[in-house]
């Protein structure tokens, strides 16, 4: 997709504005203010995608303004596999002025540019690409009647980009009827029109730059329809199946929307979800619900997940289930709260006082949310911990087309178990795992327990017995190094073999693969680990790693103080080799694939093997 | 909550040997010889007794401080969370399990300083719990520090010249918070403590009793001037009893907030019983009255298929 600047025709997959042609993916910008609804145009396509059995992937950005403010949607669709958003774009639809400067540099030399000429004046001398001047406002207004006032406009762009890329109008409008249909029949008939209007313009106009996607595998590979949602929902739908019915939390971006579901699904299910008065509160009463026998949730994000490090303390010593979410951005302190930063894995593992063995899972993508979920319920029942959920801002807000999931096998009894405990119960055995009793549940001895922070005994008594205190400490510990037995063989992408390993975790997934794709096909030997247990880790690790000449850890977080991100940090203090490398970015944005494949160039040109 | 149905409840047990002081004592108090906490103690233990509550369905929930060791010493469900944040980990037990008893015990510290927020906003939420604060005006548990209830001048090992910031005053921060049911007592006054706290626990709502219990290690005689024992007056509040008699119009009005309030003005030691006592709708009904609504509208739907129609919407 990288063309030089100088030469204006492009060639390969990507559009051309030469004449109409099958293409197999496009990136496509939406750039103008966050009121102007190209979110919700962008959500659009992203579902079309989706529904035409498409692979789709987007990438917003809000400002973290109150309202207002310059915002972009991307969505990059087609039949191919979709990776990432697009590290360049194919065409950029410009609201303003301001959305055309800051945007038409990541437009590659030979795309598309739309912009409304009501409001935008192209710099003549920018010959790089296909510019089409559309008078959007006018136009919108002229159609949908005066009393518009930009409204509209978004339907407009949805139109006019559904007659470039014939998509299906159809499926469009019944999108276009779910969304705005509950309010009344004027705003469907309304937006139809500007929709009609913009269908109708290019006609005219843009006749030469209409594509059409080729056929992808066709629906009956996939078996199930997809589903397209954000990374937020798709956790949050994971929670419920786990079993989660009881959880609290405190607004912060961008964890909120997980919250606000689970406030409005949960009683449906019987369940609640309290708004507590403060990150330590919301904390206390996940674990009083823990405590209550239920599988909880809190969550939160960077600072919020401060805020909960001395309860969560309280989780590992009384040994108490609970799922813990934090939707990781840009740190340290208030840092940057609408971009994404992978900076938070050794507050995760290591952010309580004390030592707090526990578990930390991360998912690669949104679809892998909603299993993540599943995963955490498990290991936090099964193991009776606390289990800390790594998402970021990037898998959070970006939506994704996938499987509709089976829930049939996957949904989880969400009751207490409130059976009488034999006489020989006792709240911490030395000699298993612990299985609290919530209140309610009779104990045949008469013994009833008091679950503690303090360090105990197998009754729960404080003790400051040294012997104790070694033995419960080494209880914790061993019960979460058990949970890495249960771990499945760790997958590898690629080359078994070879030069050089990329390991990563988290959202950086699709940048990694793609990028492995990209070296493989120039000749290098090349393999991906992607982790989603963080910890513990998988133990075959290390013999992965040793097949390799470098294993090159990529992450959005700094190279620290000697010279290796976190994770990197944590893989050569657990594995001692020295080919283990780190490649480390902190300006707020996704990897872009060019960046990781520049970034492993990059490492063997200084280790002379390039 | 109808989610909080337990799967395996027990089945009525046929006859139960009911609760006694032996069956619901717990560890011995660690407390120092002479605090006022042994006597809170014995009048949880006559409380339990009187209200015959099903053993396992009672949960007795601390902070962290000298009175927040009290769930050791009592013999049912119970925790011992971190500082300051029993309130809102209790609440949740309220909120999930109709079928529990909450009590959360504490101390100044716990409850006025680092629990200062979840006192009010658990108040304000009315959550359906029992909260004792027992005030000794002083850290005990580390040693003799300035505490939020200290009087201005108390020297301690934080002002050793004097305490010099405004005390917070209990009663009347409870008042503005929104309690619903708001009570103060004396460690020294067994009856009027056990019907303070017999009557807080019978409270539909927040129900918050304060109980002056003395430090004798750090603070001996604090409360010297509310305990006729030493010579000082323990003033009732006279509740009002709508006889319709010329004496009762000079009667406190326990629903009057106001009033409530100008109790709690009063220089100390003030005044000792009920100050507030109303009925608002708790938390735990509104939140029951939600999920209601929202069950009603998936009614006879299995929780796998709301949530494939759910999934079924972003198609």
């Known amino acids: 997709m990288v063309t030089p600047a100088s030469t204006p025709a492009a060639t390969g997959d990507g559009l051309s504005a030469a004449s109409p042609r099958s293409i197999h993916d496009a990136v496509i910008r939406l750039a103008g203010d966050s009121q102007d609804g190209i979110q919700t145009i962008g959500g659009f396509l992203a579902r079309l995608a989706g529904r035409s059995d498409q692979e789709v992937m987007t990438y917003m950005t809000i400002p973290s303004t109150i309202s207002g403010g310059p915002s972009i949607f991307q969505v990059r669709m087609g039949t191919g596999d979709i990776l990432t958003a697009g590290d360049q774009t194919d065409l950029l639809v410009a609201f303003y002025q301001h959305s055309y400067e800051s945007h038409r540099d990541s437009l590659r030399p030979g795309g598309v540019l739309i912009y409304d000429t009501d409001h935008v004046k192209p710099d003549p001398a920018d010959r790089r690409f296909h510019a089409i001047g559309v008078p959007v406002s006018s136009l919108t207004i002229e159609a949908a009647g005066g009393s518009a006032k930009g409204k509209g406009k978004n339907i407009f762009v949805l139109g006019l980009l559904a007659r470039i890329f014939d998509l299906d109008v159809a499926k469009l409008a019944a999108l276009v009827r779910e969304r705005f249909g509950g309010r009344s029949e004027d705003i469907v008939r309304n937006a139809m029109v500007a929709f009609d209007a913009g269908y109708a313009y290019p006609a005219d106009h843009v006749r030469d730059c209409f594509f059409r996607f080729a056929s992808g595998p066709g629906e009956s590979t996939h078996g199930r329809p997809q589903v397209t949602m954000d990374g937020n929902l798709a956790l949050t739908y994971g929670l419920i199946a786990a079993g989660v019915r009881y959880g609290a939390g405190y607004p912060i971006t961008p964890w909120s929307s997980i919250m606000e579901t689970l406030r409005s699904d949960l009683p449906k299910y019987g369940g609640t979800f309290v708004q507590a008065e403060d990150e330590l509160g919301a904390v206390a009463y996940a674990l009083g619900f823990a405590y209550s026998g239920h599988l909880a949730v809190t969550g939160s994000s960077g600072p919020g997940l401060s805020l909960k490090m001395e309860a969560l303390g309280w989780a590992v010593m009384s040994e108490m289930p609970l799922i813990v979410i934090n939707v990781q951005r840009g740190g340290p302190s208030t840092g940057l709260p609408t971009n994404v930063e992978q900076s938070d894995l050794l507050q995760a593992i290591y952010g309580s006082h004390g030592d707090t063995p526990r578990v930390v899972l991360a998912p690669k993508n949104v679809e892998d949310c909603f299993y993540v979920a599943l995963e955490a319920g498990r290991l936090a029942r099964e193991f009776s911990t606390p289990v800390i959920v790594l998402t970021d801002q990037a898998i959070a807000t970006r939506i994704e087309a996938f499987d509709e999931p089976d829930l049939a096998g996957l949904m989880v009894d969400p009751r207490p178990d409130l059976s009488e405990r034999g006489a020989d119960f006792k709240p911490f055995p030395l000699d298993r795992i612990t299985r609290h009793a919530p209140p309610g549940s009779r104990i045949a001895s008469g013994r009833y327990p008091t679950v503690t922070g303090l360090e105990h005994d197998e009754f729960g008594h404080p003790t400051g017995s040294p012997d104790l205190h070694a033995k419960m400490t080494a209880k914790r510990r061993e019960k979460i190094k058990a949970v890495a037995d249960t771990l499945p063989a760790t997958a590898v992408h690629g080359d078994a073999e070879g030069e050089v390993l990329l390991v990563g975790w988290g959202s950086t997934w699709g940048s990694i693969r793609e990028a492995v794709n990209r070296l493989r096909a120039g000749g290098l030997k090349a393999g991906q680990v992607h982790l989603r247990n963080l910890h513990p880790q998988p133990p075959d690790l290390g013999a992965i790693f040793a097949r390799y000449r470098h294993v090159l850890v990529v992450e959005m977080n700094d190279e620290g103080l000697y010279g290796y991100g976190q994770l990197a940090t944590l893989l050569r203090a657990r594995w001692a080799l020295p080919s283990i490398h780190s490649l480390t970015k902190t300006d707020g944005l996704n990897f872009k694939v060019s960046e990781v494949v520049e970034g492993v160039t990059d490492r063997l040109r200084r280790n002379g093997s390039a | ?315």
């Open chain 2, 1 to 315: 909550m109808t989610s909080a149905a337990p799967a395996l409840a027990t089945s009525p047990a046929p006859a139960r040997p009911p609760l006694t002081r032996k069956s619901i004592a717990g560890d011995h108090p660690t407390w120092c010889p002479g605090c006022g906490d042994f006597a809170v103690l014995a009048v949880f233990y006559r409380l339990l007794e009187k209200l015959q509550y099903p053993h396992e369905n009672i949960v007795t929930m601390a902070g962290i401080g000298c009175s927040s060791r009290f769930p050791y010493f009592v013999n049912t469900h119970g925790g011992h969370y971190i500082h300051g944040r029993a309130l809102p980990f209790s609440a949740a037990v309220s909120l999930s399990r109709d079928d529990l008893h909450v009590f959360v015990f504490g101390g100044d510290g716990d409850g006025f300083s680092i629990g200062g927020n979840h006192l009010v906003h658990t108040a304000r939420k009315n959550v359906r719990l029992t909260y004792v604060i027992m005030d000794n005006f002083v850290y005990g548990l580390t040693k003799k520090q300035t505490s939020p209830t200290s009087p201005l001048g108390f020297k301690s090992k934080t002002d050793p010249t004097g305490a010099i910031d405004q005390p917070i005053n209990p009663m009347g921060t409870l008042v503005n918070s929104g309690a619903t049911f708001i009570a103060r007592s004396h460690a020294t006054q067994v009856n009027h403590m056990t019907e303070m706290m017999e009557r807080a626990a019978k409270h539909d709502g927040f129900s918050v009793v304060e109980i002056l219990s003395e430090c004798v290690e750090f603070f001996p005689g604090a409360f010297d001037a509310a305990n006729p024992r030493k010579g000082g007056k323990f003033p009732l509040i006279e509740e009002k009893r709508h006889d319709g008699t010329p004496e009762d119009a000079g009667r406190h009005d326990v629903t009057d907030a106001s009033a409530a309030y100008r109790l709690a003005s009063l220089p100390w030691p003030g005044v000792f019983g009920v100050f507030h006592e109303s009925q608002r709708p708790t938390k735990n009904f509104l939140e029951g009255r939600l999920v209601a609504g929202a069950r009603e509208k998936v009614a006879g739907k299995s929780d796998r298929e709301i949530l494939q129609s759910s999934f079924a919407r972003l198609r």
